[in-house]
């Protein structure tokens, strides 16, 4: 019976050791699986990045941003300039209605 005790406390340590083992094994799955995500993750925002590099250089091929801002200048002076024009065509016109009116009392 000696033998079979000895036997017993070893495979008791063995299983112990094969339980430490099995956890160790799970624990890296679940961090692998966490490493895929992160991974996944990254190569999205990656082709994201390339996405958007793509749109600027067709962006810069069509105008380059002093271009644009130019032109977004044009647009609002040309946006002034209406308001302008507007103002002084409605001044005209009331000063007309008022002479119209002025010699049709006279």
């Not at 490493?35 to 993750?41: N, P, R």
């Not at 082709?47 to 801002?69: G, T």
Request: proline share 3%; aromatic share 6%; no cysteine.
């Amino acid at each position: 019976m000696p033998d079979n005790n000895g036997w017993d406390t070893y495979s008791k340590l063995v299983l112990q050791q094969l339980e430490t083992l099995s956890a160790g094994i799970e624990a890296l799955r679940t961090e692998l699986q966490d490493v895929k995500g992160q991974l996944t993750e990254l190569k999205a925002k990656e082709d994201k990045v390339q996405e958007l590099k793509v749109w600027k250089d067709k962006m810069d091929d069509v105008a380059s941003p002093p271009q644009i801002k130019s032109a977004l200048e044009d647009i609002e002076n040309l946006k002034i300039y209406k308001t302008k024009a507007m103002t002084a065509f409605m001044v005209v016109q009331g000063i007309m209605a008022m002479a119209l009116a002025w010699s049709k009392l006279g």
